[in-house]
């Protein structure tokens, strides 16, 4: 108890102090989604920032340079993930994140013989999320998506995970209440099997095919095009767009559009975030 006392603490304190120009500089310059935030918003994520950044151990993996611009953009696309929570949502079981300069090799495995995996030692990826471990990224992707490309973000995708996990089980439900998650299971379970059918047949998807191999895979995916395209998700996937709005307490597809509707004068429910 003393010891979350203490971390409150110091996380208030620096939430409380002037957000560095420079820092400040970097998220505009590489989180597309700050530029249509409200000014609240905008001083909520660099609040975010300012606990988030110190509170983690940075490691840059083969080559890859540790500095502010890397720490600062990726603790300000989470900030932007986790705005609506209420208290804000720091991620404590995530207490390394592993920055590579760009996509790197992974043995990932492609099925068995017997009891002898095979294995597949020439997969590139942009990232991972490990349970009970780091959360890995490639900064050359992380940059290209946060500043340019629209509808995937590796570091929504990998914390994503993280969130999904949070009650056990890495299956495409985060933590709900019994009520919300029958909804949940109800409208995502529909939602996953037209990815399937569509992704099976050929036809194209806002929704990045890749969601169609599991549920875990499912949600990540969905949780990017939630942020990156909003408002072609609402359209085009209204139902599914609204339990996630419900479950991010807040709606992307609002931004840049005098987003005056908070989280709370709607009554959305959220998380039961530990």
């Known amino acids: 108890m003393i010891f979350s006392w203490l971390k409150n603490r110091r996380r208030k304190k620096r939430m409380a102090a002037p957000f560095p120009q420079a820092w400040l500089r970097i998220i505009q310059r590489n989180v597309k989604q700050f530029a249509v935030l409200t000014p609240e918003q905008q001083t909520r994520v660099c609040q975010y920032v300012a606990a988030f950044v110190p509170e983690k151990y940075w490691e840059g993996c083969g080559g890859q340079e540790m500095n502010d611009e890397v720490q600062v953009t ?80 590796v570091v929504f995708h990998e914390f994503a995970h993280c969130l999904d996990r949070l009650d056990g089980y890495t299956d495409g439900v985060p933590p709900l209440s019994k009520d ?21 047949r050929g036809r194209p998807t806002l929704i990045n095919p890749y969601g169609a191999t599991n549920k875990a895979e499912f949600f990540a995916v969905v949780t990017e095009c939630f942020f990156e395209m909003p408002q072609a998700m609402q ?8 339990i996630y709005r419900r479950f991010y307490r807040q709606d992307p597809a609002r931004w840049g559009q005098d987003n005056v509707a908070s989280s709370r004068e709607d009554g959305i429910s959220g998380p039961l975030l530990a």
Do not use: C
């Not at 359209?235 to 609204?242: A, C, E, V």
């Open 74 to 153: 990726i603790a300000a696309l989470v900030g932007v993930m986790t705005l609506g929570f209420e208290p804000p949502y720091f991620f404590d079981q995530v207490k390394t994140i592993l920055v590579y300069p760009s996509g790197y090799q992974h043995e990932q495995p492609i099925g068995a013989v017997g009891n002898v995996a095979l294995i597949d030692e020439d997969v590139d990826v942009a990232g991972e999320a490990w349970t009970n471990g780091p959360v890995i990224l490639s900064w050359d992707i992380v940059q290209e998506e946060s500043r340019h490309r629209y509808g995937e973000n």
């Open 180 to 200: 919300e998650a029958q909804v949940w299971e109800e409208v995502t379970d529909a939602e996953y099997r037209r990815l399937r059918l569509d992704s099976q």
């Open 235 to 242: 359209r085009q996937h209204p139902r599914l767009y609204d």
